[in-house]
């Protein structure tokens, strides 16, 4: 069996964060939730549905993942498999069999959770998300010849791999950015349609024009930097 951590990094989310670390399957050795400056019960309810909590207080999504993967990097036994997920329960934790199975049947080096418009619940994306998504790998594919369908954050990769990436964003462009590394990389990936449904409370970045803006600006900073780098 490999050895498969996840990391979810989560802000103020203490309503959902338990049901999202429930449902995720046993063969699973660590679930990592990162609090990212977190002002509710967030730490307390996580840790207390099983999961290992830490903090990071400088807020931004890269930041957050970054945290867990430093975290990782000093265990002793160094896992396979990373698996990303958000901590608002729009994500079906259970479907992280179908994440990992490409990985280890066909030993893809990067899968993401599509969220296949017929599987999405009614509202669980916003207008500027969906557009967004559209841009962004219409975008990839033009440069990179790319078929990628979306930025999702329910995504498994090898550790080694995930190593070789130097992921760098601290806010909101890290999903893109793995995309686009893997990308240059030439490394195999593939997409799994996922389920996705409306999440427990508001988002901090689609749910506001400001997080919007932001993560679009953000996104798109990512895909130019990239088309134009030799």
């Given at each position: 069996?490999?050895n498969i951590k996840?990391i979810?990094p989560a802000?103020n989310?203490?309503?959902s964060i338990p049901?999202?670390?429930?449902d995720?399957p046993s063969?699973?050795s660590e679930i990592i939730?990162?609090s990212?400056?977190?002002?509710?019960?967030?730490?307390?309810?996580?840790?207390?549905a099983?999961a290992t909590?830490l903090?990071?207080n400088?807020k931004g999504?890269?930041?957050?993942?970054?945290?867990?993967?430093?975290y990782i990097?000093?265990?002793?036994?160094?896992?396979d498999?990373i698996?990303?997920l958000?901590?608002d329960?729009s994500?079906?934790?259970?479907e992280?069999?179908k994440?990992i199975?490409?990985?280890?049947?066909?030993?893809?080096?990067?899968?993401?959770?599509?969220r296949?418009?017929?599987l999405?619940?009614?509202?669980?994306m916003t207008?500027?998300?969906i557009?967004g998504?559209?841009?962004?790998?219409?975008l990839?594919?033009?440069?990179f010849?790319?078929t990628?369908?979306?930025?999702g954050p329910f995504r498994?990769?090898k550790?080694?791999?995930?190593l070789?990436?130097?992921?760098?964003d601290?806010?909101y462009?890290?999903?893109?950015?793995?995309q686009?590394?893997v990308?240059k990389?030439?490394?195999?990936?593939k997409?799994?349609p996922v389920?996705?449904?409306?999440?427990?409370g508001?988002?901090?970045?689609?749910?506001?024009?400001?997080?919007?803006i932001?993560?679009g600006i953000k996104?798109?900073?990512w895909?130019?930097?990239?088309?134009?780098k030799?």
């Amino acid at each position: 069996m490999p050895n498969i951590k996840v990391i979810i990094p989560a802000y103020n989310e203490e309503a959902s964060i338990p049901l999202v670390v429930k449902d995720i399957p046993s063969i699973v050795s660590e679930i990592i939730v990162v609090s990212n400056n977190s002002t509710d019960n967030t730490e307390i309810n996580a840790k207390n549905a099983g999961a290992t909590v830490l903090v990071e207080n400088r807020k931004g999504y890269g930041y957050a993942c970054l945290k867990g993967m430093d975290y990782i990097s000093n265990l002793e036994k160094k896992p396979d498999i990373i698996v990303f997920l958000d901590g608002d329960y729009s994500d079906y934790p259970e479907e992280l069999t179908k994440i990992i199975q490409p990985i280890l049947e066909d030993n893809i080096d990067f899968v993401i959770g599509a969220r296949d418009k017929d599987l999405r619940e009614e509202g669980s994306m916003t207008s500027p998300q969906i557009f967004g998504n559209w841009l962004a790998t219409s975008l990839m594919a033009l440069f990179f010849r790319s078929t990628f369908s979306d930025l999702g954050p329910f995504r498994a990769i090898k550790y080694h791999t995930l190593l070789g990436l130097n992921m760098e964003d601290k806010t909101y462009g890290w999903t893109v950015e793995m995309q686009l590394k893997v990308l240059k990389q030439k490394l195999s990936y593939k997409e799994i349609p996922v389920n996705y449904r409306n999440r427990i409370g508001v988002s901090k970045v689609s749910g506001t024009v400001k997080g919007a803006i932001f993560a679009g600006i953000k996104i798109l900073g990512w895909i130019f930097k990239y088309s134009f780098k030799k």
